[in-house]
């Protein structure tokens, strides 16, 4: 099915945005993250404005009724807010709830219906124990023929990366390489989870078993560290610990406008141009594993309503649940030819200060993955690097387009935005 | 095979892998085959569905092991210490199916070559009542 040149109705801005600190909060729920992020939106927004003028809410979230016996977060959220009583609409697309729910109010203020609605997205997962998360995790898969045969998230990316590393003959160093670059974007953002370097893991645990009277084990650097399955243990073969995003708590909150009201709140907004969605069966039923279908179509659809390429985007985010997600993300995006990705990534090819960074943020893997919160905490960087507001990890040279990509499940649902400096 | 009355639901599927036979649906209109069985050709929309028996050899495509269960495969005794494969096959009748994979070292994987020539396995676990097939594959 080739994507036909779809436009939106109207111009959509973006013109405020705010996340909460990801991570473990075992004194936080849903709502209070959300919190968090909806009042570093409030301050985000340069002239102000009165929430008030807030016409509806679409808010993404994988399975708050599972993670934290609430159902029907919507209108919870909403009210925290002080937003009721305007419509709440929660969005359930697994993994790519939020990126969902950003296009879903995107296409509410295109088609007329509202001029200014709160994109968020929201998660909270670490009150359960990791094999219920395991377990919660894989029912954005297919309950009826896909888990039954044993297979969890991390084990179908295993899957797509053994596809991945078969047909390409990439090496797993390919997928390190991915984790210790987002761990170093991490460390440059103070809402990561991870904000900190694998070396600095490392070290850390040196100095642990140091402090303890332990032998020290001898690793030479952070491959070293990675290979050593002590630190770093399989999870699924061949992911490891540090192939996957962790579990997380935290919340993303994004402000749209129609493009003619953008003025009122900021003179440097952030113009929403291209937005694509696709679907896919199981994975099982797709030609091909080691490419997310729904993805490409995704980005096609994004590309033509933007009217740009790949050449034109200056960095992304994409959805690196998996370090293999991001090889395989940079490919069907069209970044890289397929199976150029590993080599791109062994390169440094994406990192902060290449021609088009991937992950400035830390992505999932080391900013956090409350997975209904990722694809509007996606927006988050973007609104923040393409008005050069991102301190430290700020991509230079005023970057004028950036591009977001974010998956559910195993690319049952893929979302792709492009974003415009104002 | 045109004659068998059950619907192509997962229920029939599991009906039917409880008596051993692995059974998918093919489109009587343009003959394409589906495992699992499906109702409706999603290529030519009609709902002339016929049940097919597979021959159960097949190819591995993609595989893992995995090292942290899910509570219903650590409740069947595997985990950490205890890793199993699972994976997607590809039938040659041309589908392929997600199942658990048997026949290897798990704590070897590296030994495992994808395109290896696979047969479907019938699993057995639990008793009477609540005795439960399910898929496996191994060489
Ligand atoms: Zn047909």
């Known amino acids: 099915m080739k994507a036909k040149a779809r436009k939106l109705g109207r111009g959509v801005a973006l013109v405020g945005a705010g996340m909460s600190k990801f991570g473990s909060f075992p004194e936080k729920t849903g709502r209070d993250l959300f919190f968090e992020a909806f009042r570093e939106l409030l301050a985000s927004v340069d002239k102000g404005f009165d929430p008030r003028e807030i016409e509806a809410i679409y808010l993404g979230n994988y399975s708050s009724d599972l993670f934290e016996g609430q159902g029907h977060i919507a209108p919870i959220i909403a009210d925290w807010v002080g937003l009721a009583p305007r419509p709440a609409t929660r969005i359930e697309d697994a993994c790519a709830s939020s990126g969902v729910a950003l296009r879903q109010g995107a296409l509410a203020i295109a088609s007329g219906l509202y001029d200014v609605v709160l994109v968020g997205g929201v998660e909270k997962m670490t009150s359960l124990p990791t094999e219920r998360v395991t377990d919660v995790l894989a029912t954005g898969g297919d309950a009826l023929f896909e888990i039954p045969a044993g297979f969890t998230f991390p084990g179908f990316y295993a899957a797509m990366a053994t596809a991945y590393i078969h047909k390409y003959g990439a090496p797993l160093e390919a997928l390190m390489r991915v984790g210790i670059k987002n761990h170093k974007h991490g460390a440059l953002n103070e809402k990561a989870q991870f904000n900190l370097t694998i070396r600095q893991i490392m070290e850390n645990k040196l100095a642990k078993a140091k402090a303890q009277g332990r032998p020290l084990p001898s690793w030479a650097g952070e491959l070293d560290f990675l ?196 | 095979m045109a004659s068998i009355d059950r619907e192509f639901t997962a229920a029939s599927f599991y009906k039917f892998l409880n008596e051993h036979k692995l059974m998918g649906s093919r489109c009587r ?46 409740a069947a005794g595997y985990g950490r210490d205890n890793p199993y494969c699972t994976g997607i096959v590809k039938l040659e009748e041309g589908p392929a199916i997600s199942a658990q994979i048997l026949g290897f070292d798990p704590k070897r994987p590296e030994g495992i070559k994808l395109g290896a020539p696979l047969k479907a396995v019938f699993l057995e676990r639990g008793e009477g009542q609540a005795r439960r097939t399910s898929l496996g594959f191994q060489p």
């Open chain 2, 29 to 74: 209109a343009c003959g394409r085959t589906y495992l699992p069985p499906r109702p409706l050709c999603p290529e030519c929309f009609r709902e002339e569905m016929a049940w097919a028996e597979m021959s159960g050899r097949g190819r591995l495509l993609a595989f893992t092991a995995v090292h942290v269960a899910p509570t219903g495969m650590v």
């Open chain 1, 227 to 422: 290979r050593d399955e002590a630190a770093n243990p399989v999870i699924a073969w061949p992911l490891r610990l540090f192939d996957c995003s962790p579990i997380s708590d935290g919340a993303a909150a994004l402000l749209l406008v129609a493009e003619e009201r953008a003025k009122d709140f900021t003179d440097k907004p952030v113009y929403l141009i291209g937005s694509g969605q696709a679907s896919d069966g199981a994975l099982h039923s797709r030609p091909e594993l080691a490419s997310i279908r729904a993805a490409k179509l995704a980005a096609q659809e994004a590309y033509a309503m933007a009217g740009v390429g790949p050449k034109d985007i200056r960095l992304a985010e994409v959805h690196d649940c998996f370090t293999i997600a991001e090889l395989i993300a940079t490919e069907d995006l069209g970044f890289f030819p397929p199976g150029e990705g590993w080599k791109a990534a062994m390169e440094g090819l994406t990192s902060l200060h290449s021609p088009r960074p991937i992950n400035t943020s830390g992505g999932l893997k080391a900013k956090g993955h409350p997975v209904g919160a990722s694809g509007a905490a996606q927006a988050v960087e973007l609104w923040q690097q393409l008005r050069g507001q991102a301190g430290p990890r700020q991509v230079p040279g005023e970057p004028a387009l950036g591009l977001t990509h974010n998956v559910g499940g195993t690319g049952q649902t893929c979302v792709v935005h492009i974003f415009r400096r104002g």
